[in-house]
Structure formats: structure tokens, C-alpha cells
């Protein structure tokens, strides 16, 4: 049948008004206020545990939770300090990939997390207060 057009009937009837557009995919919506308050938009920024990194053995194939704020009482690992001081921070998981002694950073100023780099040797680290954000 080649040549022959078909009519598609209209989406918008008549006397009705056009569909609203699709919402954005990834729109960040607001929440309410309650939650607002467990969850906030602008994190608080982590502050320093310790001044020196905790060596460990971390056994293959177990996962662990990396403290990210600096709140847990169970430095290096979370206790869930960050949701109860509702920092809007949540732990790293991370999985042992051999068992290996490793040092852990709890000044949480390293740029390879959960591992130390060095940078609690920093002047800024050195002269932060323990429990103090950077």
C-alpha cells in the first residue's frame, strides 16, 4: 500500500486542554519540613577524629563502614553518629579485597578514603582541635 496516508487522530480533544509536559527525570524535589531536618541539603563537613591513622587487618570478602564525619565513638568503622547529629553524612562501604594490614585515616582529610595518605602530617590537621571540622 504504498502512497496511502492514514489520519492519527489528535491526543488533544476538543474542548480539552493539551497533557502537561513529563516531569524532569532527576528533579530534585523539595522534602518536607520534618525530614528536612534529618536529612539537610548542605551537609555538615567532617571533622577530625584523630590526628593519626589506626592500623587494622581487614579480612577478604568482609564489608566494612568507613566513618565519613568523624562523630562515631567506633573510629575508624560508623556507629551512626552522623544520622543521630543529623549531619546529612553517611559512612563509606567498602569490601576487603585480601586480608591485609591497612591504615585506616580517621582525620578524614585523606584523598584516597578509607586509606591514609598522609595528610593528618599536614600543618592544618596538626593544628586542628580533635572534634573540630577542618
Keep these: 500500500m504504498r502512497?496511502?496516508?492514514?489520519?492519527?487522530?489528535?491526543?488533544v480533544t476538543p474542548g480539552r486542554s493539551a497533557p502537561p509536559p513529563p516531569a524532569q527525570p532527576?528533579?530534585?524535589?523539595?522534602?518536607?519540613?520534618?525530614?528536612?531536618r534529618w536529612f539537610?541539603?548542605?551537609?555538615?563537613?567532617?571533622v577530625v577524629a584523630q590526628k593519626t591513622p589506626i592500623r587494622l587487618e581487614l579480612?577478604?570478602?568482609?564489608?566494612?563502614?568507613?566513618?565519613?564525619?568523624?562523630?562515631?565513638?567506633?573510629?575508624?568503622?560508623?556507629?551512626?553518629?552522623h544520622f543521630?547529629?543529623?549531619t546529612g553524612l553517611s559512612p563509606l562501604k567498602?569490601?576487603?579485597?585480601?586480608?591485609?594490614?591497612?591504615?585506616l585515616c580517621t582525620c578524614k582529610a585523606t584523598q584516597?578514603?578509607?586509606?591514609?595518605?598522609?595528610?593528618?602530617?599536614?600543618?592544618?590537621?596538626q593544628k586542628a582541635e580533635v572534634g573540630s571540622p577542618l
Excluded: M
Aim: charged share 25%.
Design 3 to 11: 502512497g496511502v496516508w492514514v489520519s492519527v487522530p489528535s491526543l
Design 26 to 36: 532527576y528533579q530534585r524535589r523539595e522534602i518536607s519540613s520534618w525530614l528536612a
Design 40 to 46: 539537610p541539603k548542605d551537609p555538615a563537613k567532617p
Design 59 to 81: 579480612v577478604a570478602g568482609k564489608t566494612y563502614r568507613w566513618c565519613v564525619c568523624g562523630r562515631s565513638k567506633n573510629q575508624p568503622f560508623c556507629d551512626g553518629s
Design 84 to 86: 543521630f547529629q543529623r
Design 94 to 103: 567498602f569490601k576487603a579485597q585480601e586480608t591485609r594490614t591497612v591504615a
Design 112 to 125: 584516597r578514603p578509607p586509606y591514609c595518605d598522609g595528610t593528618h602530617k599536614s600543618e592544618q590537621v
